[in-house]
Every structure is written in C-alpha cells, then in structure tokens.
C-alpha cells in the first residue's frame, strides 16, 4: 500500500498494531533519497479522528507530529519514527541500582514536560508502554498507541500521577537505602498524586540528592504533618 502524503510517498513496511478504534503501521518515504521512515496511525473512529486533529494541531511543532491526511474514510497521522526500545525490556533486565533508577525518572519526567503531546496521547503512552529508553539512557515515548482508551477529558495531573508511579514502581525495591528522602514524595503519591510534571519532577530531584545528615530529617518535620 501507497500513500501520498504531500511532498511524501509512503509505502507500508510494517503492520505493528490492528485495532477496534485504529491501526498503527511503519512506512518509507520512498520519495526520500535517504532511509526515512514514519509511524502512521490510522484512526477510523470519526468522532476521536476530529477530537485528535484538533489536538495536535493546536500542538504542531511541538512533538514528533509530521503530517495528517484524510484517506477513504479514515484519518492518518503521521509521525517520526522511532526506534522501539521499551524501558520495561531494556532497563528492567539490567542490574539496577537506585541512582540510575532516579536518573530514569527525572530523564522520563523531562521527556514529558518537553515534549509537547497533548495529554490524552501522553496518558496513553505512559500506560501502554510506550516509553524507550536509548543506549545513552535518554528517554523518549512511541506513538503505537491504542486509541480505544482514548479520553479528551485527560489533564496533567492525570499524565504526572502515573509518570510518577511507573517511576516509583521502579524505586519501590531500592528506596529503603534513602528510605526517609523518599517518605515525602510516597506520601504526596498516594494522597492525591501530582499536579504537575513540575512538582514531581523537584520531589523527585531532591529525593535523588545525596544524604545529608540534618538537611532531609529539617525538612521532613516541616513538612511531612503538613497539608499536601
């Protein structure tokens, strides 16, 4: 199959998912003198095509959104590709240890605040898996999504909690080795989780912070009985 999306022909490689809502493929642009290739969603439910293209392009720039296209009677959205390396086969499998555990989720949290993706996509890559993790450790989301799940009433506080429990989920084994640093953000977690991105991301950063003898124990009881 061939597609022609303005300046680009994209001819499927790959089927990689097949859905109620939609489908999401791997095409080259053989219009291209180079390799190029892209993820391209292709959503058949007309109601979330419209919520999706008022989305993103509300958004364009901002993320790795390439293109859209009305096809027969479905919606594309074309995407970068990205190489797929999923945090939970490629980090999970190392021998880890709390730093680069830390290290992860403020790489994940930066990712989510920089990326531009509105947050119903954003919720629904965190939640499906979507997360790859590069050789250099960088982090960076993956646009083979189930739509189906799709919900425009998504907000940040929702797309922060969860980045911060896949986050902790990872820290859960490890943290009793800074067991009082990370007291405060566990608390905050499961009281009425994150805000925002940004809020995770300072707990986070300062729970990371190497022990100091006063310094976590000064601010846990200034904080820790405090309304959070």
């Known amino acids: 199959m061939i597609y022609q999306i303005g300046d680009m022909t994209l001819q499927k490689t790959?089927?990689?998912?097949?859905?109620?809502?939609?489908?999401?493929?791997?095409?080259?642009?053989?219009?291209?003198?180079?390799?190029?290739?892209?993820?391209?969603?292709?959503?058949?439910?007309?109601?979330?095509?419209?919520?999706?293209?008022?989305?993103?392009?509300?958004?364009?720039?901002?993320?790795r959104f390439v293109a859209d296209y009305t096809w027969k009677d479905t919606y594309m959205m074309v995407f970068d590709y990205v190489r797929e390396r999923p945090l939970e086969k490629f980090f999970g499998s190392e021998i880890l240890s709390l730093p680069s555990c830390e290290q992860m989720g403020l790489n994940l949290t930066v990712e989510c605040l920089a990326g531009g993706i509105p947050y119903p996509i954003?919720?629904?890559q965190l939640k499906q898996g979507?997360?790859?993790?590069?050789?250099?450790?960088?982090?960076?989301?993956?646009?083979?999504?189930?739509?189906?799940?799709?919900?425009?009433?998504?907000?940040?506080?929702?797309?922060?909690t969860l980045c911060a429990k896949i986050?902790?989920?990872?820290?859960?084994?490890?943290?009793?080795?800074?067991?009082?640093?990370?007291k405060l953000l566990e608390k905050k977690l499961w009281k009425g989780g994150y805000?925002?991105?940004?809020?995770?991301?300072?707990?986070?950063?300062?729970?990371?912070?190497?022990?100091?003898?006063?310094?976590?124990?000064?601010?846990?009881?200034?904080?820790?009985?405090a309304k959070i």
């Open 14 to 63: 790959q089927e990689v998912f097949r859905g109620k809502v939609n489908d999401v493929i791997v095409c080259q642009d053989i219009a291209s003198s180079g390799k190029v290739y892209y993820t391209v969603l292709i959503v058949r439910d007309k109601e979330i095509a419209r919520k999706l293209m008022k989305l993103f392009h509300a958004e364009r720039g901002k993320n």
């Open 122 to 124: 954003l919720f629904l």
């Open 167 to 182: 986050v902790f989920s990872y820290i859960e084994g490890m943290k009793s080795e800074k067991v009082t640093s990370y």
């Open 130 to 160: 979507q997360i790859h993790i590069a050789k250099d450790k960088s982090i960076y989301l993956g646009y083979c999504v189930d739509l189906e799940e799709f919900s425009e009433t998504v907000t940040e506080k929702d797309c922060a």
């Open 195 to 225: 805000q925002r991105f940004t809020q995770f991301y300072k707990d986070l950063k300062m729970a990371s912070q190497p022990l100091k003898k006063d310094g976590i124990i000064a601010r846990l009881k200034n904080e820790i009985g």
